[in-house]
């Protein structure tokens, strides 16, 4: 794991904009898989502001978000499809066959979420996948205990999950107990991984995916055994 230690939010979100502009520009047709959360917001946020300077492009790009909840509406506001419309794809150049994210309203979701892992497959993987993480350990919306071999599945959020998410809803009870999201094994396939972490509450999290044993318990820990995985920390995370 290369670990990478900033000062803070914005230095974290700096970072993460430089290598993923890098690897825009690198590649020929670019995969990259992205996460919703507070933790990506300032990410988003920088590739807008490039783009509007007419720095980059995206034209060439192809993009997958990690989860959404089943039953939201796309257009409804908590939704993962509104929100990376709202942070990311309303503002650049992509056009709508070039993003996919779960359609957490399909009939048949076991067949949808066959779908979306052949999808990532036919794209030849992610090149780069960005990642948040939960205080649980939770990448995506794989809770602790989920195998480790796991593919996009629908799954059962935790309580603790529901409680820290409920502030993207009006109440508690307005937040879905179920989500499709990328299996851990999913994940794992993709060819590089930059994992961001800010943030106090984050700090025995970023620990324990570090130096922790690696267990089905704490979902992250999974990334001690990956080639290509960078962790980005603000200070804050890093207890100082
Ligand atoms: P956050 O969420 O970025 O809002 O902290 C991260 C996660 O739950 O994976």
Redesign the pocket.
């Known amino acids: 794991m290369k670990i990478v230690k900033v000062k803070d939010y914005e230095e974290m979100s700096d970072k993460v904009c430089e290598l993923f502009i890098d690897r825009l520009t690198a590649l020929k047709n670019p995969v990259f898989g992205l996460?919703t959360?507070?933790?990506?917001k300032g990410l988003y946020k920088r590739l807008v502001q490039r783009y509007n300077k007419g720095k980059i492009s995206f034209d060439h790009a192809t993009f997958f978000n990690l989860d959404e909840y089943i039953g939201l509406d796309q257009n409804h506001p908590s939704s993962y499809a509104y929100y990376m419309k709202n942070k990311l794809y309303n503002h650049i150049n992509v056009s709508s066959e070039q993003i996919h994210i779960p359609n957490g309203k399909a009939k048949d979701l076991k067949k949808e979420c066959d779908r979306y892992e052949q999808l990532i497959r036919d794209a030849n993987y992610i090149d780069l996948q960005i990642l948040?993480?939960?205080i649980n350990g939770?990448?995506g919306f794989n809770e602790p205990g989920t195998p480790f071999d796991s593919r996009t599945d629908v799954v059962q959020l935790t309580n603790s999950?529901i409680k820290?998410n409920s502030r993207f809803f009006n109440s508690i009870e307005e937040v879905p107990n179920e989500a499709i999201t990328m299996g851990i094994g999913t994940i794992m396939d993709s060819k590089e991984i930059v994992m961001l972490i800010s943030g106090e509450h984050k700090s025995k999290a970023l620990q324990q995916t570090i130096y922790g044993e690696v267990t089905e318990n704490f979902p992250a820990s999974i990334l001690q055994t990956h080639e290509n995985v960078t962790i980005i920390a603000d200070a804050a995370a890093f207890g100082e």
Do not use: C, D, F, K
């Open positions: 996460a959360g507070s933790t990506p948040g993480i939960g939770h990448i999950t820290v």
